[in-house]
């Protein structure tokens, strides 16, 4: 199985940034699509931002858009989100997804597409 760790949450001011980094294990992160979500309380989870196998696709919700970038480094099984310019509607639990499939046009924002998820890091931004 594929396990994810995420990092790089925290309380930041309005306007500030801050970087989050997903570890995946084993020689197969590769072969997966990655993906970010995020769920605030009483709210359902929603996509963020995601990136194909080979990094040459990128994808964002139109809420981000402009503010974040995902990245991946395969030789490192790291995917990463800098997240510029946040807003208080920004805070949420980040999670990091994986998607073993290859319809990653059709999918990429579905969280139900993504087959292992991370344990979630808290991104609040403060007023």
């Known amino acids: 199985q594929v396990q994810l760790v995420e990092s790089g949450g925290g309380l930041v001011q309005a306007g500030g940034s801050l970087r989050l980094f997903c570890a995946a294990s084993?020689?197969?992160?590769?072969?997966?699509?990655m993906g970010w979500f995020r769920q605030a309380p009483g709210k359902e989870r929603e996509f963020v931002a995601a990136?194909?196998?080979?990094?040459?696709?990128?994808n964002y919700a139109d809420s981000v858009k402009g503010r974040f970038t995902i990245s991946r480094d395969n030789a490192k099984n790291t995917v990463y989100l800098q997240m510029n310019s946040l807003k208080p509607e920004d805070t949420a639990v980040y999670y990091c997804?994986?998607?073993?499939?290859?319809?990653?046009?059709?999918?990429?924002?579905?969280?139900?597409?993504?087959?292992?998820w991370g344990q979630g890091t808290q991104v609040t931004v403060s007023s």
């Open positions: 084993g020689r197969t992160f590769s072969s997966y699509a």
């Open positions: 997804a994986a998607k073993p499939t290859t319809s990653y046009s059709r999918t990429y924002y579905i969280p139900g597409m993504y087959d292992y």
């Open positions: 990136i194909s196998r080979s990094g040459g696709s990128t």
